[in-house]
């Protein structure tokens, strides 16, 4: 089997070379992004891997599909980048639905604790033997409110790390999971309220067209003065510009951010040599209260053979099978995974 690989970083080769030995997989390695202008590099190949930050719109679904290629294997659990209602009846969509949800709750801690303990600040002081300890006061977690919208698997992690702490933990989710509530330490509650009495903010949600922006001016008036926002999930969650904004009037106390809505042609790239041409990231990054990650929540060594296993065997379980329980199907105007495994024959 013949797969052709965009958006390949170092890092990537070791796990997808190592389980594709195993699974009889040949992967060809491209270092460019899947869109439009490279598309035709996938002439020759069964399936295509791709992701968070390749383009598979129209134009590119019905490249592949005239190429042949009937499978799109996407290293990873979110499909925004997807045209799914036009793929469908084109190509088969596998993904990644879970690979490691202690990578992402415990980056989001990281940068929550980075920040309120000024451990970045503290950090690059003492490289300068500078011990000063003026302008470092923190705050305790314990005892403090956090809101976390989404309790899927990443959420429910990073609520556990949080009881921990001995915080009050607010939830919302579209789906609530009641189980959580049994011992009294989570409550489920409506957005307007997770706002307004929450004192540290945590996304852990898919983009949807429900959720995109739902972090606005509109809901941050609503949040406390020194509100703390947290996002390791998609960039499109927050509206930057109204982020920083928040930031400037001093409304927001500080923002962690391991993903920002325009990151598709800046994120994964070194691009120190060059000049930052989006405005409003150059002044969320200058921000002293702002600290941004370039989407690396993901990036453990246990999530990164996770992905690598599952995305060889969703491939070749569809390829030798015709069918995979980790498809995504398009169907009465609602992605979904597919109950039966096949979406269309």
């Known amino acids: 089997m013949k797969v052709a690989f965009f958006d390949a970083k170092p890092y990537d080769k070791p796990s997808f070379e190592k389980y594709g030995e195993a699974y009889g997989v040949r992967f060809k390695f491209f270092e460019a992004k899947l869109n439009a202008d490279t598309a035709e590099l996938c002439r020759g190949f069964d399936a295509v891997c791709a992701f968070v930050n390749d383009t598979v719109d129209a134009p ?50 990281a940068l929550l604790l980075t ?39 990443i959420g429910r992690v990073l609520i556990d790390i949080c009881r921990g702490f001995g915080m009050k933990i607010l939830a919302y989710d579209k789906f609530p999971v009641r189980e ?11 957005t307007d309220e997770l706002f307004a009495q929450s004192d540290i903010i945590s996304l852990h949600c898919p983009l949807t067209e429900d959720t995109y922006h739902m972090i606005d001016a509109a809901a941050l008036e609503k949040c406390k003065k020194g509100v703390i926002l947290i996002n390791t999930s998609r960039g499109a969650l927050v509206d930057a510009e109204a982020l920083l904004n928040g930031i400037k009037s001093r409304h927001v ?34 921000m002293p209260n702002v600290i941004v990650t370039s989407h690396q929540a993901f990036l453990t060594e ?40 096949k979406c269309f024959s």
Do not use: W
């Not at 996407?74 to 639905?97: E, I, Q, S, T, W």
């Not at 962690?256 to 809505?261: F, P, Q, R, S, T």
């Open 302 to 341: 246990e999530a990164l053979e996770n992905i690598a296993e599952t995305t060889v065997t969703n491939i070749v379980g569809f390829l030798k099978n015709d069918q995979c329980p980790n498809e995504l199907c398009y169907r009465f105007d609602d992605v979904a995974d597919c109950k039966d495994g």
């Open 115 to 153: 920040s309120i303990r000024r451990i970045h600040k503290a950090y690059i002081r003492s490289k300068e033997f500078n011990f000063s300890l003026t302008g470092l006061t923190g705050f305790d977690l314990h005892g403090k409110t956090i809101g976390v919208i989404g309790t899927g698997k």
């Open 180 to 190: 959580l509530q049994r011992d009294g330490t989570v409550r489920y509650v409506d």
């Open 60 to 109: 590119v679904i019905d490249k592949l599909h005239a190429l042949g290629v009937r499978v799109l294997a996407l290293r990873c659990a979110g499909f925004n980048n997807v045209d799914m209602k036009y793929a469908y009846g084109k190509l088969h969509v596998l993904r990644v639905p879970a690979y490691s949800p202690y990578a992402v709750a415990e980056h989001a801690i």
């Open 253 to 286: 106390g500080a923002a962690c951010l391991d993903v920002y809505e325009e990151e598709s042609d800046l994120f994964f790239e070194d691009n120190s040599g060059h000049i930052m041409e989006d405005d409003t990231l150059a002044r969320l990054i200058s």
